[in-house]
């Protein structure tokens, strides 16, 4: 591993220890440095700040992830995120708890947007109609796996992952009976 690969990974570490340990606002560059014997000087040469830390930790975690395997399916890839989330499960959710700008769940739907359009892109033909699906897409992913890790994490994350692309399945059902109800509806007019 190269020495900048070192010197970022002993800084995670010592995030990862402290954020079990304290709030994410309570934790400062100082004492991130202190836990791996860094010095600020050391921080500030990788990382903007510690917002910026936290998003690498998922960043690495999700490429490591990300080449372990090759996703065919989208559904393969959210449940194997959800693995992941559910292996550092302490972790992300104290990471979830970070609020405001730069905040780990903005990171996240960021990172989440390109993604979602590689697999979901042909949802539909309308440009702007496509860029809103995804957000809603990576919104409600987002917001689900919060949910799920804030509440303990009680399905696992092939179980959750399940139950996801079943209640997914259950609106689209919901979405063409509908449409066939009102094209029956329109008929009779």
């Known amino acids: 591993m190269p020495d900048a690969n070192i010197t ?39 990382f903007k700040d510690k917002y910026d830390l936290v998003n690498w930790i998922f960043y690495m975690d999700f490429i490591t992830m990300m080449t372990s395997h090759s996703y065919t399916v989208g559904w393969e890839l959210l449940g194997a995120v959800a693995e992941m989330f559910y292996k550092n499960q302490d972790f ?8 405001g700008q730069n905040s780990f769940r903005e990171y996240l739907n960021e990172s989440m947007i390109p993604i979602a359009s590689f697999y979901l892109s042909d949802i539909s033909e309308d440009p702007e109609d496509e860029e809103l699906f995804m957000a809603m897409f990576c919104e409600a992913y987002i917001s689900i796996v919060e949910h799920w890790l804030q509440k303990g994490c009680r399905q696992t994350p092939d179980e959750f992952a399940g139950r996801l692309h079943a209640m997914v ?14 094209t029956e509806l329109y008929r009779k007019k």
């Not at 570490?13 to 440095?33: G, Q, R, T, Y």
């Open 8 to 46: 970022k990974s002993a800084l995670a570490a010592s995030m990862k220890k402290l954020m079990m340990e304290k709030p994410f606002d309570k934790i400062s560059v100082i004492d991130i440095c202190r836990g791996c014997g860094m010095n600020r000087k050391s921080f500030y040469y990788h």
């Open 92 to 99: 992300y959710r104290a990471a979830f708890r970070i609020e």
């Open 169 to 182: 399945r259950g609106i689209a059902r919901k979405v063409v009976e509908s449409e066939e109800i009102e």
